[in-house]
């Protein structure tokens, strides 16, 4: 039972901290270039381990069909301590994300 809740006690704990890190969070890195009517880019990082970036362009400009095609990429830290990455194409076949913990 002693085990039990020293195991429950430490995983409150650990929890407690990741939401302060994220509350206390701050901006290393950020970068927005180029944001205009022919796309943009953009990336940052921040303290508690997020990061994102992603570049777009204008497709088929001028004309009926003219969309924004988006490529990125995403991360984080879950509660369980995994880092999580997430790439992205989002354009007019929708948003189409691929990840190691994502179905295929």
Not at 14 to 32: E, G, H
Not at 52 to 66: D, H, K, T
Not at 79 to 88: A, C, E, L, R
Request: charged letters at 15%; hydrophobic letters at 40%.
């Amino acid at each position: 039972m002693k085990l039990v809740i020293a195991f429950a006690a430490i995983v409150t704990v650990a929890y407690a901290a990741s939401i302060s890190n994220d509350r206390d969070a701050v901006i290393l890195k950020s970068s927005f270039d180029n944001i205009g009517l022919e796309g943009y880019n953009y990336e940052y990082e921040t303290s508690n381990g997020i990061s994102a970036q992603e570049q777009a362009q204008v497709q088929n400009a001028g004309r009926e069909n003219e969309a924004i095609a988006a490529r990125g990429q995403f991360s984080y830290t879950g509660p369980d301590g995994v880092v999580y990455s997430v790439s992205y194409i989002a354009d007019e076949n929708g948003f189409q994300p691929s990840g190691a913990h994502l179905p295929s």
